[in-house]
């Protein structure tokens, strides 16, 4: 690349950071209640060096943490004197232009052509996010995992044309990080790449790729399932068969309105020049794959391997390198009609970004903390670790800033406990609130509305209220 390319792919991954940052330019704290749970297991790990039970209930009962190397790299970043609660708006934005970045040299290892490369960054920022489909907006493993998959199939690649044991090394070494921080992508990424070696017919020259998955996650299944109380073979074949409801809210979504009509429009030309080149069939089989377990799931309410609304993200995904080829097929017959070109360009920019921030009724965000719930947080972070009773959304905080316990909270990637109980304590009278408390061993009432019940005792009143139980 020369200065004018590297400064133009400079500017594009700026805009990236910009984009998936920007629902946090009036909001400082984490935006998806997976976040916190996220960070309470990574504070978990820190502070009682424990990844396999659940942070946020005193007992901490057994949960097998299929996702270490997430909590991992997070308790890193605690470890390196960063606030989490509050450094965490960063992380979307980050990995979002990291993603970028290696789908660049992805597309243009692939393509060669630096423009063609470039209309894929502009593809990948305008996928959408929302709290049921989750994306680029907020932080998990499945967004971490988008980096390591392009990266994956960079190496893949590399290792087939360099004959390189270096590179079948770090590419082997990139499936391994992956599978602890996201072990679905790590599946999804085996089953494209044995798909397409079966279809290269190129089996025997890469069998160590083929082999190593496999019995790669029997061995941590036994080491993160030994203590579990049901026989490994059950907990496998709930993983296998997802039925309807694994979101808890289940959005059907169409996936030309998803992407939006003009950038899948793009996608499905993107076929033909896909096909055509050896290496972009990787995107048709990741396509056609992705649409097959859609198609199970819509037609017959359950999912094979994947949840539906991660394939229906992985399915966005393959769509991204297809478009941007797609869109290059298509100049590469109008581009004598120069005048057309930048009117083209514009119109497929405005129709890919048009309604990016228009969100299902459904996934709106919510802000699970506000500037007084965090300091009321932080003053009960003075105190010894005790239970703490505090409202929905709110109680998903509670051990990530705080350290204290709560009976229920709200449900995502750690189950929610007893919140039908949280939910009867805020709604009820003062003797529902006195019987509740009387149950659990709580020591602090955290409230966004001051309490008029006197066997509570206020001892905080700085925009939220904290009362001794």
Same mark, same amino acid.
């Given at each position: ?25 009036? *909001? ?10 996220? %960070? ?12 396999? @039970? ?6 901490? &009962? ?8 997430? @909590?991992?790299?997070?308790?890193? #970043? ?6 989490? %609660?509050?450094?965490?708006? !960063? +992380? &979307? ?20 052509? !630096? ?15 929302? $709290? ?22 960079? #190496? ?15 590419? $082997? ?10 072990? @679905? ?7 494209? @790449? ?27 299944? +036994? $080491? ?15 993983? #296998? %068969? +997802? ?9 059907? *979504? ?27 069939? $990787? !995107? ?12 199970? !799931? ?106 204290? *316990? ?59 209220? %904290?009362?001794?139980?």
């Amino acid at each position: 690349m020369n200065l004018l390319q590297k400064l133009i792919l400079i500017s594009f991954l700026v805009s990236v950071f910009l984009l998936i940052y920007s629902p946090h330019f009036s *909001y400082k704290y984490p935006l998806h209640v997976d976040e916190y749970h996220h %960070i309470a297991k990574a504070v978990n790990f820190i502070e009682n060096k424990e990844l396999n @039970t659940i942070p946020n209930y005193q007992h901490q &009962p057994y949960s097998p943490n299929l996702e270490p190397g997430f @909590t991992i790299f997070l308790s890193l #970043l605690a470890f390196a004197k960063l606030d989490l %609660i509050l450094f965490y708006k !960063f +992380l &979307p934005a980050i990995f979002a232009a990291l993603a970028a970045f290696i789908l660049f040299h992805l597309m243009h290892y692939i393509t060669k052509n !630096f423009y063609l490369s470039i209309s894929s960054i502009i593809f990948f920022a305008s996928l959408k996010s929302n $709290i049921n489909l989750h994306g680029l907006w907020f932080f998990t493993p499945l967004t971490f995992a988008i980096s390591l998959i392009f990266l994956f199939f960079f #190496l893949f690649f590399k290792t087939l044309d360099k004959k390189s044991n270096k590179f079948l090394v770090l590419t $082997i070494l990139n499936l391994v990080l992956l599978l602890t921080i996201h072990p @679905t992508s790590a599946v999804l990424v085996y089953i494209i @790449t044995f798909l397409y070696l079966l279809i290269k017919k190129d089996f025997k020259k890469n069998i160590l790729l083929l082999v190593i998955l496999p019995p790669l996650i029997m061995f941590l299944l +036994l $080491i993160l399932l030994k203590d579990a109380q049901h026989p490994i073979i059950n907990l496998v074949l709930d993983w #296998l %068969i +997802l039925e309807e409801g694994w979101g808890y809210i289940e959005i059907k *979504y169409l996936l030309p309105t998803l992407y939006n009509l003009i950038p899948f429009l793009l996608a499905m030309i993107g076929l033909y020049p896909a096909i055509k080149n050896q290496k972009s069939r $990787i !995107f048709v089989i990741w396509f056609l794959l992705t649409i097959f377990f859609i198609f199970i !799931f819509n037609n017959y309410q359950f999912s094979l391997i994947f949840p539906y609304q991660r394939v229906l993200y992985y399915s966005l995904l393959s769509l991204v390198p297809l478009s941007a080829l797609g869109l290059f097929f298509i100049l590469s017959y109008i581009k004598k009609y120069k005048a057309m070109v930048p009117v083209f360009l514009i119109l497929i920019g405005v129709f890919t970004f048009y309604n990016y921030y228009d969100l299902p009724k459904q996934s709106q965000l919510y802000h699970v903390l506000d500037d007084n719930d965090y300091n009321a947080l932080i003053f009960l972070k003075q105190s010894p670790p005790e239970m703490i009773l505090a409202p929905l959304p709110q109680s998903a905080a509670v051990y990530p800033v705080s350290r204290h *316990y709560v009976i229920g909270m709200t449900q995502a990637n750690i189950l929610g406990g007893e919140k039908e109980k949280v939910k009867e304590f805020y709604d009820g009278d003062c003797e529902t609130k006195q019987n509740i408390l009387k149950s659990y061993p709580i020591g602090y009432v955290l409230s966004k509305n001051k309490l008029e019940c006197n066997f509570l005792k206020e001892v905080y009143d700085e925009g939220d209220y %904290i009362y001794e139980a």
